[in-house]
């Protein structure tokens, strides 16, 4: 199973939840986002082994990835969401630990069917 979440419209300044539930074993859970016309960015990370976390420069200080082990359920808590973070947001999975960290985008798994955040007043 393999199910994301919590995207949606919301103003300058609001914020957001993504949920991403994974039903498997996994290294390591995150999001990317891609907008249209650009490339697919990898904004954030986490590691089910230690928790270690990555965030990209341009969400830093304003996203926050955490992990329900309990739940399979991974969340990205966005703050202070700016019209730029416009994009689908895509949840995905590596299964081993076996890449570099971050990994790379061809080095994902699995990856979820999208959700458009919408950032507009």
């Known amino acids: 199973q393999f199910v994301e979440s919590g995207g949606g419209l919301v103003q300058p300044g609001g914020s957001l939840r993504l949920s991403c539930v994974v039903s498997?074993?996994?290294?390591?859970i995150g999001w990317f986002r891609q907008a249209p016309l650009g490339e697919r960015e990898e904004i954030s990370l986490?590691?089910?082994?230690?928790?270690?976390?990555y965030y990209a420069d341009s969400i830093k200080g304003r996203f926050t990835i955490t992990r329900d082990n309990a739940k399979n359920t991974a969340y990205l808590q966005m703050d202070y969401l700016q019209p730029e973070d416009t994009a689908v947001y895509y949840c995905?999975?590596?299964?081993?630990?076996?890449?570099?960290?971050?990994?790379?985008?061809?080095?994902?798994?699995?990856w979820g069917q999208g959700t458009q955040v919408t950032v507009s007043s």
């Open positions: 995905t999975v590596k299964i081993l630990n076996n890449s570099r960290w971050p990994p790379r985008l061809w080095e994902y798994d699995y």
């Open positions: 986490i590691s089910t082994t230690d928790g270690s976390t």
């Open positions: 498997e074993d996994y290294f390591a």
